[in-house]
T-cell receptor, first 112, second 115 residues
Framework: GQSLEQPSEVTAVEGAIVQINCTYQ??????LSWYQQHDGGAPTFLSY????GLEETGRFSSFLSRSDSYGYLLLQELQMKDSASYFC?????????????FGKGTKLSVIP | EPEVTQTPSHQVTQMGQEVILRCVPI?????FYWYRQILGQKVEFLVS????????KSEIFDDQFSVERPDGSNFTLKIRSTKLEDSAMYFC?????????????FGPGTRLTVT
C-alpha cells in the first residue's frame, strides 16, 4: 500500500529555521511535492522534486533522496504567517494522470 | 492571477439525496482532479480527468460518484445518494498538460454536510 510519514506537529520560533521530514512507501514514484494549507483554506503548491537534491524557492527549500525514499521541506526566516499545515504528496502514477497521494500533514506553529 | 473556482462554498443535504459540486478549472489547464478532506484528516484523491474521460480513480470513487465536463469551462462531481460519511471538504484541482503539469492548483473547496 501507499504510506507517507511526517511529524504531526512542529513548533518553531519566529525568525528561526524549521525542517519538516517526509518518508514514503509507494508502489510508484515520479516526484515529491509539498503543499501548504492554512486552516479552512485550500492546499497551495510550494515545491516539487523529481530528482535527488535541493530545490530552493525563496525562503522555502525542498530536498529529495530517492534511494532513501525521503524528503524534507526547509523553511527559513520563519514568519507568523507560516503557521499552517504542510503536506508532502507523492505523484505515484505515470503518464495519463498526475494524481497525488498526500501525507497526513504537519501542523507548524510559529511562536513569537 | 488565474484561479480555480468552486460552487457552492457550503452545501447541506439530507442522506440519500443527490448533490452536484461545481468547479471551473483554470482555462488553459487540461488535467482536472477531485480530492476530498474529511475534517482534520489528510487530503484524499478521488478522480482525475483528461481528454473528456476519467484517467484514474481511487477506491473511494465508487458507483455513487460521477464526473462530467458538460461544457468548455465547468467540471462537476455528482454524488448520487449521499451518505453521512460523505461529509467532507471537496477540492477541485487542475494542472497544465505539460511543463509544470506536476503543479496542481486547488480551488477553495465545497464543504459538504450530510445530515
Amino acid at each position: 500500500g501507499q504510506s507517507l510519514e511526517q511529524p504531526s506537529e512542529v513548533t518553531a520560533v519566529e525568525g528561526a529555521i524549521v525542517q519538516i521530514n517526509c518518508t514514503y512507501q509507494t508502489s510508484g514514484f515520479y516526484g515529491l511535492s509539498w503543499y501548504q494549507q492554512h486552516d479552512g483554506g485550500a492546499p497551495t503548491f510550494l515545491s516539487y522534486n523529481a530528482l535527488d537534491g535541493l530545490e530552493e524557492t525563496g525562503r522555502f527549500s525542498s530536498f529529495l533522496s530517492r534511494s532513501d525514499s525521503y524528503g524534507y521541506l526547509l523553511l527559513q526566516e520563519l514568519q507568523m504567517k507560516d503557521s499552517a499545515s504542510y503536506f508532502c504528496a507523492v505523484r505515484d502514477s505515470g503518464a495519463g494522470s498526475y494524481q497525488l497521494t498526500f501525507g497526513k500533514g504537519t501542523k507548524l506553529s510559529v511562536i513569537p | 492571477e488565474p484561479e480555480v473556482t468552486q460552487t457552492p462554498s457550503h452545501q447541506v443535504t439530507q442522506m440519500g439525496q443527490e448533490v452536484i459540486l461545481r468547479c471551473v478549472p483554470i482555462s488553459n489547464h487540461l488535467y482536472f482532479y477531485w480530492y476530498r478532506q474529511i475534517l482534520g484528516q489528510k487530503v484524499e484523491f478521488l478522480v482525475s480527468f483528461y481528454n473528456n474521460e476519467i484517467s484514474e480513480k481511487s477506491e473511494i470513487f465508487d458507483d455513487q460518484f460521477s464526473v462530467e465536463r458538460p461544457d468548455g469551462s465547468n467540471f462537476t462531481l455528482k454524488i448520487r445518494s449521499t451518505k453521512l460519511e460523505d461529509s467532507a471538504m471537496y477540492f477541485c484541482a487542475s494542472s497544465e498538460a505539460s511543463g509544470r503539469s506536476y503543479e496542481q492548483y486547488f480551488g477553495p473547496g465545497t464543504r459538504l454536510t450530510v445530515t
